[in-house]
């Protein structure tokens, strides 16, 4: 079945660090794949996605690139700051099936920002 | 306006109780979803519900029940609530098919089984 692997957390950076976060998938066919953020004690929001090979999801500073050579979808922003952090993450909806068959999601990456 | 509206956000209960929790959404998605996040933050798929048509049920006990009265409305009924069903349950919404903007959640219901 499908799966998605992130780095184990916390990660924990000064403000303005580099940020990677990685995600690796593991699905059958062309599976669109997604980043979401939750802050704490809120709800999970769709951070960027993207839904083929070669194509980059951005949105707030944050991007990724879709690697299918690499099955790869890792998170990346150039200066983090305090806000940013939360818990990350990585998911996949497999292209094979029909639309009502969920999101497959990673276990999750704590970030944690410090001034 | 909220997208995925769910009731309650917080539920403290006693073990053996029946309880239920409601979500609503208002963007017109054909497909609803509830999730299960344990303490571990780890997120699972629970049901889905598709033109009032279950198309997904996890390897979830028997006690969950999935029920909803129309397209706009999946509510998440559990019998005999044990310890371990404590977590944040998650409902969420989608376009049958179309990924373009994802799955929109909401907010999540804490449920604290004592």
């Known amino acids: 079945g499908d799966s998605v692997t992130q780095m184990e957390g916390p990660v924990t950076l000064s403000e303005e660090a580099f940020l990677t976060i990685n995600c690796t998938y593991t699905?059958?066919?062309?599976?669109?794949l997604f980043w979401y953020v939750q802050y704490p004690g809120e709800g999970l929001q769709l951070l960027l996605k993207?839904?083929?090979?070669?194509d980059k999801g951005s949105n707030k500073g944050f991007e990724a690139t879709y690697r299918k050579e690499t099955t790869s979808f890792h998170l990346e922003k150039g200066s983090v700051q305090v806000s940013d952090s939360a818990v990350y993450f990585c998911a996949l909806k497999g292209s094979s099936g029909g639309g009502a068959d969920g999101l497959t999601f990673g276990k999750g990456t704590h970030l944690i920002i410090q001034p | 306006d909220t997208a995925v509206s769910q009731t309650p956000k917080y539920l403290v209960t006693q073990m053996g109780n029946d309880k239920s929790i409601k979500c609503e959404q208002n963007?017109?998605?054909?497909?609803m979803y509830w999730y299960k996040q344990d303490s571990k933050k780890f997120l699972k798929i629970m049901f889905s519900?598709?033109?009032?048509?279950?198309?997904i049920n996890e390897t979830v006990p028997n006690r969950f029940s999935p029920k909803s009265p129309d397209k706009a409305h999946l509510n998440l009924h559990i019998n005999s609530l044990e310890l371990g069903d404590s977590a944040v349950y998650f409902c969420a919404s989608s376009q049958d098919g179309q990924t373009i903007y994802g799955y929109t959640f909401g907010s999540g219901t804490r449920l604290t089984v004592v």
């Open positions: 963007l017109g998605h054909d497909t």
């Open positions: 993207a839904t083929k090979a070669d």
């Open positions: 699905a059958t066919g062309y599976p669109s």
């Open positions: 519900y598709n033109n009032k048509e279950l198309i």
